[in-house]
């Protein structure tokens, strides 16, 4: 099943469109882009002519998508010279691009948006010119240069100059600017160009099936240096000017490239082999580096030996942007990232901290081979990138640091897809993508994290080392190419001996997952599977997977496993007489959920301490939530499994725990708020008595982790006095000597105090935010600051998030943030409605979408109809199913609200007692 592919649809929402973007690009003022205009609603005519007339006339140009590039015409190198002004935020180039001419033409089509195009010209290897003129079609991102004379079959050189503005938001090639130790502001340029924003910086054909080579040369101020894709080849002065010069890439995707330039540090190479690995950093911040380093080198080494294949650049620079949209971004061989994904303090930062600079590097590195050595054809595809890097991260995380568990952790991602996945909004992992903005919106949950959640149940199912070499097949086959889902599963299924298609399609083409049933019969385990929603919906037709469906039998303290691969509907499994538990869904692998009806569940918890593991706890508590959000199973049954998991010791089933807490303190009326409180404090009370306030000797990163979480959890969700209390004490410790305190319980110590704190508490933080030592404790205190209650103060924190106090890379979370902190949301959402126009300009595309995603916290019939209102005269769209995903999200918790609601002091308050 594939979702609307109604070319009819399509053509008419493009025209809408074209019409829209007309009118808004008529309302802009002219200073607002470099674009050079040529008469937009002229433009628009052409561009619908030509899907229609134009090209049906000419088949060269016969792609029925504005969005794509004909195919006529193909680029194998481009020569790029860039010279930034960052005092004056412009750039101007040069590009020369090789190019394969397949038909003879006299038009040819590429990218360019932002950009004024100077002068152009065609070369054949004859020394033959034709020249060309460029019009600009800014609606479709588009170069169309019409040539003089017909380019005949063959390679040809172009030609062509440009001018660009470094922007401020963050894509693109653009300008970034911190403060240097002497309070002086700096300023870099770098770029980010995924999903398809080289256009940008250079014209190019910037589709990622238009493979390249790419030979860059930076021409600078000498105070700085720059950083790209490979090694400097040549460094010389022209002008006063430095001139860098760097070696020819490996055949990759436009979206790769990458610039940086600024004062940049570098630490010394560490070899991986003959890679040479570095991370670089602003000047000040090079003492941060180590623990980055660290995993990118293990990682390095563990994915040339996984993969077979060894690192396929000539050096590797891991680079820390202090502005930047998202986490990280893979560029072949000058990897980016945000400062929190790469600089780290060891000592300081908490196991959340340090795992999480350790899944970043090690994402971005298994990227070096899945992405950018072998690249999906299409954006559709993106999963094949995503959830591999997503998958091997955890693997490389994995064998690094054995003792963090890294896949039981996982569990708490792969929720995270369920939670979205069981909407009617989703979308298959492999979703149709047309416009620049449908490709925006594929950088998903169900991208990652379903997307890694099915490698990893096909990799339990096949076995480790089929799959491994699965994949081996898989990228030796594509190197240097692009490749589709089918390949991928050709090599694995040739490796694995298996129909892998007819296991897998269902999970990547298809949207939401199953939910498994079991049930006991006499003797018989009957299952059933049927999709999971939270809102009840009939779904039509209706729909089945292949589930490797994993069964665990208990009989006399013994276990015994069956696997059965589930395709039916139905399907019964005989179960001896002895046996005494049952568990679906062993080891946890499964992307769908059970449900263990009656005695099934009883038997389970029963045994639950000492039978399961504790990703099988996790899921087994996360089933159980995600079930009474659908309405299957009765809150007090949920309530009163939670009581069984008091004395509970692993950091994620608390996780699912705690966050089912703040669900229903998102949907409790304030008046009975102090029932939930009641309840948080019985659950949490006595695992934090358990713990103590200390951490032990020998204990393990996990507990110490855990030990921060309860607390926090404690202190706020459970508004505990004693806990409050003795977070003051404890934090006055921690401002005299931070190595009194484990670095873990400090965030909580921060959320709490943030939670009961003053204008003076208020203030204190705002000036530990600006003078923070380390990207994570600046983050930390940053976001303690819409943590408050006061709406006062709140209101201070939301007016810095426009008025360039707060980083435009973090201002959107901390607007989501206050959106989500049930004492200040509607003031918050008041704030979104009044500033809409000023954040749309200020913030990333990206955060805006993100901060939209804060409204799921405004769970109140009345704020929901407020937001529908809102998004609909606005008519915001983030691309593919983004609003209607949020929009559903928001009705799950508003119909759960109206189900309970009214009911629930009573039943928090038995629960209590049970
Ligand atoms: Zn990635």
Request: charged share 25%; net charge negative.
């Amino acid at each position: 099943m594939l979702l609307e592919n109604d070319d009819s649809v399509n053509r008419r929402e493009l025209l809408r469109e074209l019409v829209r973007q007309a009118r808004f690009i008529l309302s802009l003022p002219l200073t607002q882009a470099v674009i050079s205009l040529s008469e937009p609603s002229e433009t628009t005519a052409t561009a619908l002519r030509s899907k229609g007339d134009k090209m049906n006339d000419n088949e060269l140009l016969g792609s029925n998508d504005p969005y794509r590039l004909p195919r006529h015409v193909i680029p194998t190198r481009y020569d790029i010279r860039l010279e930034p002004d960052l005092a004056a935020a412009t750039f101007s180039g040069h590009v020369t691009i090789t190019l394969m001419v397949k038909q003879e033409t006299q038009t040819i089509l590429l990218n360019a948006t932002d950009l004024r195009i100077e002068s152009t010209g065609l070369e054949g290897t004859t020394g033959r010119k034709i020249e060309a003129t460029v019009e600009l079609e800014p609606l479709l991102q588009r170069v169309r240069l019409s040539c003089r004379q017909p380019v005949t079959p063959g390679e040809w050189r172009l030609h062509l100059s440009f001018h660009g503005r470094l922007n401020d938001q963050l894509r693109g090639f653009y300008r970034s600017t911190y403060k240097d130790a002497s309070g002086m502001v700096q300023t870099l340029a770098a770029t980010q160009f995924e999903a398809t924003d080289a256009r940008r910086a250079f014209p190019c054909w910037d589709e990622p099936d238009f493979k390249a080579v790419f030979a860059t040369t930076l021409v600078i101020d000498p105070q700085f240096t720059a950083i790209s894709n490979t090694s400097v080849v040549s460094e010389s002065v022209e002008e006063s000017k430095k001139v860098m010069r760097f070696a020819d890439t490996i055949k990759m995707s436009t979206y790769l490239v990458a610039f940086v330039v600024g004062r940049m540090q570098p630490t010394k190479p560490v070899f991986v082999g003959r890679t040479p690995l570095r991370i670089w950093t602003v000047p000040e911040k090079q003492e941060l580096t180590p623990f980055g380093q660290e995993i990118a080198v293990a990682s390095l080494k563990f994915f040339e030996e996984y993969y077979g294949i060894t690192y396929p650049g000539d050096k590797l620079d891991l680079v820390a942007i202090p502005d930047f949209a998202s986490g990280a971004m893979e560029n072949f061989g000058a990897i980016t990232f945000r400062e929190t994904a790469l600089l780290v303090d060891p000592r300081a930062g908490t196991h959340a901290e340090l795992g999480r600079v350790a899944d970043v590097v090690a994402h971005e590195n298994a990227h070096m081979w899945f992405g950018d050595l072998v690249t999906m054809s299409w954006w559709n595809g993106l999963w094949l990138n995503e959830a591999f890097a997503t998958f091997m991260e955890m693997l490389a995380v994995d064998a690094w640091k054995p003792e963090w568990k890294r896949w039981e952790t996982f569990s708490v991602a792969r929720a995270a897809a369920f939670s979205v996945d069981g909407l009617m909004s989703t979308r298959p992992i492999e979703y149709e993508v047309q416009a620049p903005k449908d490709a925006d919106a594929m950088f998903d949950v169900l991208t990652y994290e379903k997307g890694a959640s099915v490698l990893r149940m096909l990799e339990q199912y096949i076995g480790p080392t089929v799959f491994r070499d699965g994949v081996r097949r898989y990228l030796r086959t594509h190197a240097y190419g692009n490749a589709d889902t089918k390949d991928l599963w050709t090599a694995i299924g040739a490796v694995a001996q298996q129909p892998v298609p007819e296991l897998m399609n269902g999970w990547i083409f298809h949207p939401g997952f199953p939910l498994v049933t079991a049930e006991m019969d006499g003797q018989t385990l009957k299952l059933s599977q049927q999709r999971f929603t939270y809102l009840k919906q009939e779904i039509q037709p209706e729909q089945l997977w292949h589930i490797p469906v994993q069964i665990r039998l208990t009989k006399d303290g013994r276990t015994e496993e069956r696997q059965l691969l589930l395709t039916e509907r139905d399907a019964t499994v005989p179960i001896p007489s002895d046996v005494t538990a049952v568990l679906v869904n062993a080891g946890g692998h499964g992307f769908y959920r059970a449900h263990h009806r009656g005695s099934l569940l009883q038997q389970l918890l029963d045994q639950s301490r000492d039978h399961l593991a504790p990703i099988e706890r996790f899921n087994l508590v996360s089933d159980a939530w995600a079930t009474t959000l659908a309405g299957v199973m009765p809150l007090d049954e949920y309530l009163a499994l939670t009581a069984r998991f008091k004395g509970e010791q692993d950091k994620n089933v608390w996780a699912v725990l705690l966050d089912s807490f703040s669900f229903l303190n998102r949907i409790i009326a304030p008046n009975d708020r102090a029932s939930l409180e009641a309840l948080v404090r019985d659950r949490v009370g006595q695992a934090v008595k358990n713990l103590g306030w200390d951490p032990q000797p020998g204990e393990s990163d996990l507990i110490r982790q855990l030990r921060g979480d309860l607390l926090g959890a404690l202190g706020r969700k459970g508004n505990d006095q004693a806990t409050q209390q003795q977070a003051v004490e404890w934090y006055r410790q921690y401002r005299k000597d931070p190595s009194a305190v484990d670095p873990n319980i400090v965030p909580a110590l921060v959320t709490i105090l943030a939670y009961v704190g003053d204008e003076t508490r208020y203030e204190e933080f705002s000036e530990l935010y600006r003078t923070a030592s380390t990207p994570q404790e600046e983050r930390r205190y940053l976001f303690s600051l819409a943590m408050f209650r006061s709406p006062e103060l709140i209101a201070r924190t939301l007016t810095r998030t426009i008025n360039g106090e707060i980083r435009t890379q973090d201002a959107p979370f901390i607007v989501a943030a206050a959106m989500t902190n049930v004492y200040v949301r509607e003031q918050a959402w008041e704030f979104v409605k009044t500033n809409w126009d000023q954040m749309d300009r200020l913030f990333p595309k990206q955060g805006l979408r993100r901060m939209c995603g804060g409204i799921v916290g405004l769970a109140t019939p009345e704020l929901e109809k407020d937001v529908h209102h809102f998004f609909t005269a606005r008519k915001i769209d983030f691309g593919g199913k983004t609003m209607d995903q949020y929009l559903e999200q928001l009705r799950v918790a508003v119909s759960f609200r109206e189900r309970e609601g009214r009911m629930m002091p009573a039943t928090l308050a038995s629960a209590i007692q049970s």
